[in-house]
């Protein structure tokens, strides 16, 4: 049996797993109470396998997924990993067009689909590739349960679509070693994962953080508890019920969560430690207080994997700092300036990465490739500083700084001021043109407060005045990205951004 760091491929990620752990639960998946052993889950992998290698898949092959939190989601992928073919997930919310995006642009020649997305994309298939929509007991077969497969590091296991903040979705094409790379730093290094652990995910499988989670219970043995989705106001009662010790969660999910109302119970739990990104700063030790456990901030992206880390050993120093952490040991991380040279400790500039197990690139998109990889690093498009331990401070995306008056704003700080208010539950701040100060700053607001002057006035005590937004705008919601952001892509596509809003310096809505 090959060394856990040796492995390089989910195919032998999975064999491993089989052969230590057989009859261990694997997978729980909370909302059917449905529990998969390891050893089920490589016999009902192989059979779905056999059954797609029956019905015309070949290894190359994309095949496009649309299935909610079942089991046959991580199945069909860990079966196209065994047959060379590359799995496309397909996000359960897209209609025609942005469903037709994806299954075009990949070149899907099949897809798997729950009964609900069939019509859709039988409606969608004369505008792509795809020559047939499998339904799940398409995918049944009672013949042969043991069969050899193999797979090499570098073939390709997923093209994933990123949210598509910023034009159209971009496939990125995923290695089998970006997965493994993923889950085995995840259990050989911080935070350790091992089979005594009970691991938790709440996002939809389309999105990539309950796929490689699949990729770490495999690599650790730990079980993996599914929900339908996440709920905030049952969220830890499941995290009790099912005994869990580590979880990950990213974008509003610290806010929603500590809006809950405080419990007894808050504090009877197994967790050990919660990894989360964008980790609310201000409201970082409120977190840790709420739930006796400590928050691990981490870094990273559709196109590397995982990233930087926050390690047991730095975090009692940069509880509320900002910090995200070091490079994990399969990266390097730089901070560079416009030229693409790195910076002086301490000055802010762009991230920049490069290491083993990135994507190997935007699918059938060789320009914005080379743009992503230009001088030989991964290019983040985001902004942040590193102190001279080499610890990773991070300062907001590239799009998200807003020149007012020769001033620069990062919206990231004005969004996590607002976000201490207690009657907003989500902030958004964008650039508006202006023809005075060049730029001018909007804020979009979802929660119970409806006074702009009051909010600027609450902002003013928080920032220096310069940083006030202008424009005020209400919402019931926001258009979100699969990774819980507001996809603020959708919010600058107004023809007029003034339109609708509450303009405080001329004390009118516009």
Not at 202 to 220: C, E, K, M, S, T
Request: contains cysteine; charged residues 25%; aromatic residues 8%.
């Amino acid at each position: 049996m090959k060394p856990l760091k040796e492995v390089d491929n989910l195919v032998t990620l999975l064999e491993r797993a089989v052969e230590l752990w057989p009859e261990k639960v694997a997978w729980m998946f909370d909302a059917t109470d449905e529990r998969l052993t390891f050893a089920e889950v490589g016999i009902r992998s192989t059979r779905i396998a056999l059954a797609l290698r029956e019905i015309g898949v070949e290894p190359g092959d994309r095949v496009a997924v649309m299935l909610r939190n079942v089991p046959e989601f991580p199945l069909t992928w860990l079966a196209l990993a065994k047959l060379g073919a590359v799995l496309v997930p397909v996000n359960i919310n897209y209609r025609e067009f942005d469903g037709a995006h994806v299954l075009a642009h990949s070149g899907a020649r099949f897809a798997v689909a729950a009964d609900e997305f069939v019509e859709l994309l039988t409606t969608i298939a004369p505008q792509t590739k795809l020559e047939r929509v499998l339904r799940i007991e398409d995918l049944a077969y009672s013949g042969r349960e043991n069969a050899v497969f193999s797979a090499v590091a570098e073939q390709p296991a997923n093209i994933q679509y990123t949210s598509g903040t910023t034009g159209a979705p971009k496939g990125c094409v995923l290695p089998h070693r970006y997965w493994t790379t993923l889950a085995v730093g995840l259990a050989t290094d911080y935070p350790a994962v091992n089979d005594e652990d009970v691991l938790l995910t709440a996002q939809p499988f389309h999105y990539i953080d309950p796929q490689w989670n699949v990729a770490l219970g495999l690599a650790a043995g730990a079980t993996l508890v599914v929900l339908d989705r996440f709920h905030p106001s049952v969220f830890w009662d499941k995290v009790r019920e099912h005994e869990v010790t580590w979880f990950y969660c990213l974008g509003l999910m610290p806010t929603l969560l500590l809006r809950i109302p405080a419990s007894d119970a808050d504090k009877q739990h197994k967790v050990r430690a919660i990894c989360a990104s964008a980790i609310p700063r201000d409201l970082h030790a409120d977190l840790e207080a709420r739930w006796g456990v400590p928050w691990f901030e981490a870094f990273g992206m559709t196109e590397t994997g995982g990233d930087i880390r926050m390690s047991h050993e730095d975090h009692d120093e940069l509880v509320g700092t900002g910090c995200i952490g070091r490079p994990s040991r399969d990266r390097e991380a730089m901070i560079a300036g416009e030229d693409g040279k790195p910076l002086p400790r301490g000055e802010t500039g762009e991230l920049l990465l490069r290491g083993i197990g990135l994507m190997q690139g935007y699918h059938d998109d060789p320009e914005a490739t080379a743009r992503a990889f230009s001088g030989g690093w991964f290019h983040t498009g985001d902004l942040a500083t590193m102190d001279a331990q080499g610890r990773v401070y991070y300062v907001g995306r590239t799009k998200d700084m807003i020149r007012r008056s020769g001033e620069n704003v990062s919206a990231d700080e004005v969004e996590r001021a607002l976000l201490l208010h207690p009657e907003v539950t989500v902030a958004a701040v964008i650039a508006v043109p202006d023809d005075l100060r060049g730029e001018e700053i909007k804020a979009y607001i979802v929660g119970t407060a409806t006074d702009p002057a009051a909010l600027a006035e609450f902002c003013a005590t928080k920032l220096a005045y310069f940083k006030v937004p202008r424009y005020w705008v209400f919402a019931d919601s926001l258009p979100m990205t699969p990774s819980e952001r507001v996809a603020k892509g959708e919010l600058r596509k107004a023809a007029d951004l003034v339109a609708g809003s509450y303009d405080r310096v001329e004390r009118r809505w516009r």
